[in-house]
């Protein structure tokens, strides 16, 4: 079985086909697998360090600015995506897979239309209730179209088929335990530890409200705390959570990162997350059994990040404070009360627990296996 999956620009887009790549090979280690996506973006990081050979084109996203700006850099994304689908069909014609499979974002534009051209079996995967501009192109083209919600079925009229499979998640965070670690980030007297990320790619205005939080924790030392900046924003946080009087290089109770690439150890010893309410983000962190404190995006089509948060808060594995609502002070409140409450913890760690769809991965394997015949 040779099978490309392509896709990325954020790690919600590279995770998931990870995690369906990562299933494949378990139980078919035989399996040829590789990746497309976009040169310089968090695939070339996240792929590489799994092992799977990748192919990059020179790729950009849409703007959605209305402005000369917006529409010279879309006319620049445009010509960018048609050389990289020519680029797309040598790497195909080289490969010859028996699928391609999309897991959306740009950087999945140009192997999944060079594989409907080429006549290559294709599918899409879409992790969000809210299906994004290239599943939604590309749905009435590909053969497949993997979906994490029911809700994402009518947004695609025209597509051949869609199957409902839940949200792919990395079987090592699945089968992460406490117990298989053999060192902890923190020692027994740091207290609880709370992990905090707002997406790979970093939200600049929550990461400033986040720098505050980590000020006031560094000073308060009355828990531990994980932080994943993103890149761009791991280049100026240090130095501004210094100017507020923090220095992180003594203070041991924190641990900031551009990236935090080893999430399954993280996640397991973490005893709450704060986050954004991204689909493959909330997957993760139910399969891992954790609550969480969501600040969902508010910059998303339909507003669909908000809605995935309050599904959680409903079932009582979340709390939920929208952006407008949060500031440094009021970010390290909430956290600081919820770590006080061990007893609340693990009730919503047990109703994340129950809220988890682990099997994602395997149903897409069957399907896979159907439309390649194998």
Known sequence: MKILFTGGGTAGHVNPALA???????????????FAGAQGAIEERLVK???YPLYTFPLAGLSRKLSLQGLRKNAEALAKAAKARKLAEQALKEFQPDLVMGAGGYASYPAVAAAVKLGIPS????????????????????????????????????AKKVVVTGSPVRQEIITARPEGMKQRLFGPEAGPMALSFWGSVGAYYMNQKMSRCIQICAEQQKFCMVHGAGASNYQWMPEYIEKMGADLSKARNIDLREYIFDMDKVLCEADLVVCRAGASTLAEICAAGKPSLIVPSPYVADNHQEKNARLLERRGAAQVMLESEADGPKLYQAIETLLADPSRLAQMGQKAKELAKTDASARIYREICQLTGQ
């Open 20 to 34: 369906v790549a990562g299933y494949i090979k378990s139980v078919r280690p035989e399996a040829d697998i590789r």
């Open 49 to 51: 360090r799994a092992g």
């Open 123 to 158: 599918a899409m995967l879409e992790v969000n209730a809210t299906p994004g501009l290239v599943v939604k192109q590309m749905s009435r083209k590909v053969d497949c179209v993997f979906a994490s919600f029911a809700e994402t079925e009518p947004y695609l009229k025209g």
